[in-house]
């Protein structure tokens, strides 16, 4: 049984799994594993070269990698000195970078050789005073200082913080989250429990570890709860399906879009997939006809999850040998229960709870929650009310617990004084046999206020055109629902994790 996740630090939580069994691997990259020792001496190896550099308990020490083995043992690291993991996104250009490094106040940032140029240009005028790369963690990730120093004990409490993830910036300037140590392993121990991961599965990091998901879900996850962790640097789903066969992967969590690609892959076979037990998916809810469609090519089901940043990662899924049920009214997925000790409720605008079926913004509570935003109070008290977080999504909860998104709030159409959540409308688009992805937004109409269109790319292969799509959706949906305009498109616009960009789909009327 697993001591309260309260109770201890994250460097605590590995020092456990250590000691339980040194010699188990803990990480696996290519040809190469490591064990929980080796991964531990290369951990500390780091932490002590950080220390040299001036790292303190509190500092932000910035991981701006791919999924390679550095990533896990910077956070190690980072924590065995009671320092905060600030996980940045490797495909922000300097510009974007500057902003993010000025404002968390980073001292340091381990980057990959080829980034550094652009570290340091990002860092200019920054509290940034060194930079480290991986490749001079040498192969055995021990290079960067001596393995067998031993450190000072890190006076880090559980409730100080341990993790920092930058929103994504899609409703505003980009905010850094602060998990604590409790935080982190609240979501760690809830979620491997629920999952019924044990130590020996197998994880595979699709979603890339600088995300919540991929931080929470899946580094720190493996970590603590003693799981080896797959790594195969950046997406490529080729190399998914390859190492899934090659480890016996056991478990993964990715957005939806990553399974979309494994799923067109000619590689993609339930005989490719046998070994996977748990599959989950985060950062976007599923269309059930999604769901179905990866299930007859992957032999696996998928289950929803939903959490976010500022929840650090899962706090409601779709429990394990259950299916999600279906919203009567809109026809999505649920996402699913919340997990044990997290509370959810839907409220209208002025903050009164809203009874089963109705729609208004999801609330919710729990040992996962964030501390808060760093250097800003105004907008922290905003989001933490009362001890409920604003998600600022639209959804509503059946008599049973199941929670259904309907979309962001800000992403609600009002077309001619009739509301269209884009979710139900993009859900019976990828209903079509040919459509791979969709994606619904308003445009600004004088006569209707707002006019729905939509944006679709294809499954590989396939052709139609606009007219039959619109006719598809014709014949599922409201008229005041149905696409006045759709447009077929090589790719829709993602961010780095995977989630669908309404945002830069949007545009004035000419």
């Known amino acids: 049984m697993s001591r309260p996740a309260r109770s201890r630090t994250l460097a605590a939580a590995w020092a456990e799994r250590l000691a339980g069994a040194p010699d188990a691997v803990a990480l696996s990259y290519g040809e190469r594993r490591w064990t929980r020792a080796e991964l531990d001496r290369a951990a500390t190896a780091l932490a002590g070269s950080l220390a040299d ?70 860092g200019d005028g920054s509290a ?18 001596e393995a067998d120093r031993v450190l000072p004990p890190a006076g880090a409490d559980p409730g100080d913080p341990a993790l920092m993830i930058y929103t994504s910036g899609t409703t505003g300037p980009p905010k ?61 789903p080729g190399a998914a399906l390859a190492a899934i066969r090659e480890h016996q992967v056991t478990f993964t969590v990715g957005a939806i879009t990553a399974f979309s690609a494994l799923g067109q892959h000619p590689d993609a076979s339930p005989e490719t997939c046998a070994s996977l037990r748990v599959v989950a998916s985060g950062g976007a809810p599923i269309a059930p006809a999604t769901v179905a469609q990866l299930e007859e090519r992957l032999g696996c089901y998928i289950h929803n999850v939903y959490g976010m940043t500022e929840t650090t990662s899962a706090v409601v899924a779709v429990p394990t040998g259950r299916r999600a049920p279906v919203d009567p009214v809109t026809g999505s997925l649920s996402v699913g229960v919340c997990l044990p000790g997290v509370g959810a ?97 308003g445009r600004p109409d004088e006569y209707r206020g707002e006019t729905v269109v939509a944006f679709v790319a294809l499954a590989s292969g396939e052709t139609v055109g606009p007219a039959e799509l619109v006719e598809h959706a014709r014949r599922r949906l409201a008229a005041y629902k149905v696409p006045r305009e759709i447009t077929v498109v090589e790719q829709l616009p993602k961010t780095a994790t995977g989630k669908i960009q309404r945002r830069e789909l949007r545009v004035d009327p000419a």
């Open 53 to 122: 550099r001036g790292v303190r308990e509190g500092d932000r020490v910035g991981i701006r990698l791919q999924n390679v083995p550095a990533f896990p043992v910077a956070l190690l690291a980072s924590w065995k000195l009671g320092a905060v993991a600030l996980v940045l996104n490797p495909m922000y250009t300097a510009r974007e970078l500057h902003v993010l490094l000025a404002d968390s106040g980073a001292v340091g940032v381990l980057c990959a050789a080829g980034d550094r140029a652009r570290v340091v240009e990002a």
């Open 128 to 145: 940034l005073r060194w930079t480290l790369t991986a490749e001079e963690l040498g192969d055995d990730l021990t290079a960067a200082g």
């Open 176 to 236: 850094g989250a602060l998990s604590s140590h409790a935080n982190v392993l609240a979501t760690v121990e809830t979620y491997a429990d629920w999952l019924g991961l044990v130590e020996g599965d197998v994880s595979l990091a699709i979603a890339p570890l600088f995300h919540t998901t991929g931080a929470v879900a899946g580094a720190a996850l493996a970590l603590v709860r003693g799981l080896d962790l797959v790594l195969i640097g950046r997406f490529e």
């Open 345 to 441: 409720r839907v409220v209208d605008p002025e903050g009164r709870e809203l009874g089963p079926g109705e729609i208004g913004e999801l609330e919710l509570r729990g040992p996962s929650m964030m501390l808060g935003y760093h250097d800003r109070p105004a907008e922290t008290a905003e989001t933490l009310r009362e001890g409920w977080l604003r998600t600022g999504d639209g959804g509503s909860i059946d008599a049973d617990g199941w929670i259904y998104l309907a979309d962001r709030l800000k992403d609600q159409i009002n077309a001619s004084g009739f509301k269209v959540w884009p979710r139900e409308v993009e859900d019976v688009l990828c209903e079509h046999p040919a459509v791979l992805e969709a994606a619904v937004v």
